[in-house]
């Protein structure tokens, strides 16, 4: 209780005093008040390190290097404004096959682990919000225990499971399934997981599922289950409810976490590079390898600008359902 | 169950999606259940059984390089978590408490973007910015200042996205109950709406502190010479093949990130129900 009182003392001090400042200082009062910095804070901040920074990797992707800087964009000489653009970087993107088969091939795996992150997590889902209401918090702590773990060591992991005699491994030819996936063209050989299209669809979708699940746990947790009662009344069976008014209902979920998952794989790095083969070729390794192998900064800009194009569109949705999602819970 | 609400037969129905969470949960962990028993593995090849042995931990006092990885990391997780919770408790409040500013759409969405936005853009972008900025200006130099600016840009986003969805569901009666009593705008925040949102916070800030520790390419970018972080350590390391030292790091951050959050847990529930016992005996005396 003294702890609390002293608080409160050491509170009421802190504020008298800065009232006093303020009144000392109407001027700044009227300019300094909780909004302005509240707000104004984390956007400068916002400006400064995350939108000045596209705009920069925008000007270096069409810029010329001159030695080891960049050749500004604009020049004034003899009072001429000159804009110069190099395109080059572009045209070659377009005109070699490796990039435009790498970045089809990037959306491919980005979209076959989005599909299959909806698969096994819309299920998972459902029962976690249909569970008792007693056991829930549970079984949420546990699908966001992985994000309190190192999401590289999980990575990591997969590798020692589907390498030689690893459990999963083992456990996949016993069951004979490699037969299948040689059959489906997945692995290299029968009883090789690694470095391998399924090796690398696995580890994506694992570590994604939990962005798949979160979203629409706490959608379908939200749904009121008497429409379901209603549409029994009416007539309707299980499924056909189940079709025509949670799945509806659970739309902003879906979306939401489908994009959380879809537009990161896209760029995906570190699971490629790790669980990946020569065979899955993936854009965010070609990013670091123009970036950190061939040195080509111009390159790897422009490389960087196709990936923002290609998924601004599933980011300006993902932003809208988001806005969205966060205005109506009020 | 109640009818109209379960597909199949109700005990079919149980069984199945006990099946199914079980299954997507032994999914969830097996990875770090295998992590931690080959930690403990004598034998150099990582994945096969060779007999009991803590000789993997023995080394790690050793490994220069590692423990070198680990403090920087440590070091810069703590002032990410740090800056991330105040910079997200900030934007979140921002967006929650004035639902009309110039500029809120584009707010949002720079809010929001990171979460999605693949690592490699924000990490080569970042870095470019900087460097202009460097060559013009002539600070900042790559290292741990620049780690940190890439780390806190991310946990800003996961922080003010978990502060966002708290301040939603708080009953704004009691600030606007605490205004109508006379406090002032701060005194609002800080005593009634800031021990609301602590645990909130605090989970924020173990997230955000993990993120960090956890980051691989924005660190590859940022980082400079002489400040190599614990996971480009690994990350360099798993990319050559499996390496026990590895398992016996991720075995050692398993252990610390469960007693981490029992620890926290266990003080929230504390501070809960201290709470509670507070506002019954402020409800006796009014």
New interface residues.
């Given amino acids: 209780m003294t702890a609390t009182s002293n608080l409160a003392m050491a509170e009421a001090a802190t504020s008298a005093r800065v009232a006093a400042w303020f009144e000392r200082h109407p001027r700044l009062a009227r300019w300094f008040n909780g909004r302005s910095v509240v707000i104004g804070i984390p956007y400068l901040w916002l400006l400064a390190f995350f939108m000045l920074p596209f705009l920069i990797v925008l000007k270096i992707s069409v810029s010329e290097i001159d030695g080891v800087r960049f050749k500004d964009v604009l020049t004034l000489r003899d009072n001429l404004l000159q804009l110069t653009i190099k395109l080059g970087n572009y045209v070659f993107i377009t005109q070699d096959d490796l990039y435009f088969t790498t970045y089809l091939s990037s959306i491919k795996y980005a979209a076959v682990t989005t599909v299959l992150c909806l698969a096994i997590g819309y299920p998972f889902a459902y029962f976690m919000a249909r569970a008792k209401a007693t056991r829930q918090p549970a079984l949420l702590m546990l699908v966001m225990l992985p994000f309190w773990t190192s999401f590289l060591l999980r990575v990591y992991a997969w590798k020692a499971l589907l390498s030689e005699h690893g459990w999963i491994a083992d456990l996949l030819s016993a069951l004979r399934i490699d037969h299948a996936l040689l059959a489906a063209g997945l692995i290299p050989a029968l009883d090789r997981y690694m470095n391998s299209p399924f090796s690398l669809v696995l580890g994506m979708v694992y570590t994604y599922l939990p962005f798949m699940i979160l979203p629409l746990y706490g959608n379908l947790a939200k749904m009121d289950l008497r429409l379901l009662e209603a549409a029994a009344d009416l007539g309707a069976t299980p499924f056909v409810a189940f079709w025509k008014i949670t799945v509806p209902l659970s739309k902003a979920g879906i979306i939401a976490g489908s994009m959380l998952v879809f537009i990161p794989c896209v760029g995906e790095f570190v699971i490629p590079e790790l669980l990946g083969g020569p065979q899955t070729l993936m854009i965010g390794r070609v990013l670091w390898d123009e970036f950190f192998s061939n040195n080509d900064w111009p390159m790897a800009s422009a490389v960087a600008v196709v990936m923002i194009l290609l998924i601004i569109v599933p980011l300006a949705v993902f932003n809208r359902y988001q806005a969205q999602a966060q205005e109506v819970r009020r | 169950m ?7 037969d109700a005990s079919f129905n149980r069984a199945f ?2 099946g ?2 079980a299954a ?2 032994l ?6 259940v ?2 931690v028993f ?1 930690s403990f593995n004598a034998s150099p090849v ?3 059984w060779g007999g009991f042995s803590l000789r993997w931990y023995a080394a790690l006092p050793a490994d220069r390089e590692m423990v070198e990885g680990f403090l920087l990391s440590l070091r810069i997780a703590v002032f990410t978590a740090c800056g991330s919770v105040v ?1 997200g408790t ?2 979140g ?3 929650v ?2 639902r009309r ?1 110039r ?1 809120r ?1 584009l ?16 990490g ?3 870095l ?2 900087l460097v ?1 900025v460097q ?1 013009t200006v002539g600070v900042p130099e790559r290292g741990v200042l620049t780690i940190w ?1 890439g780390h ?2 991310l946990g ?1 986003a996961y922080a ?1 996205v978990m502060v ?2 708290r301040l ?2 708080l009953n704004p009666q009691l600030e606007e109950a605490a205004m109508d009593l006379g406090a ?4 609002v925040f ?2 009634v709406t800031l021990p609301m949102i602590t645990q909130t916070l605090l989970s924020a800030w ?2 955000t502190f ?1 993120l960090s ?2 980051d ?2 924005l660190s ?2 940022l980082s400079g010479p002489g400040s190599t972080t614990m ?1 480009l350590v ?2 360099s390391r ?2 050559l093949g ?1 390496n026990p030292s ?2 016996a ?2 075995a050692l ?2 252990l610390v ?1 469960s007693i ?2 029992i620890a926290a847990s266990l003080a929230l529930a504390r501070a809960e129900r201290r709470r509670a016992r ?1 506002m019954a005996a402020a409800a006796r005396a009014g």
């Fill in positions: 109640s009818r109209g609400r379960s597909l199949f999606a006990r199914w969470l997507g949960y999914f969830l962990f097996l990875p770090i295998a992590l080959y990582a994945n096969q910079l900030l934007a409040f921002a967006l408490k004035y500013f500029g759409t707010f949002s969405g720079m809010v929001n973007a990171p979460l999605v936005m693949p690592e490699v853009i924000i080569l972008s970042l470019l910015m202009s060559r600016f806190l840009l800003m003010t966002q969805a939603q569901d002032r705008p701060w005194q800080a005593l173990l997230l993990t520790l956890d691989v390419v590859a970018f996971p690994i990350f798993a990319r499996l590895v398992n790091i991720a951050t398993v990130v981490g959050i507070d």
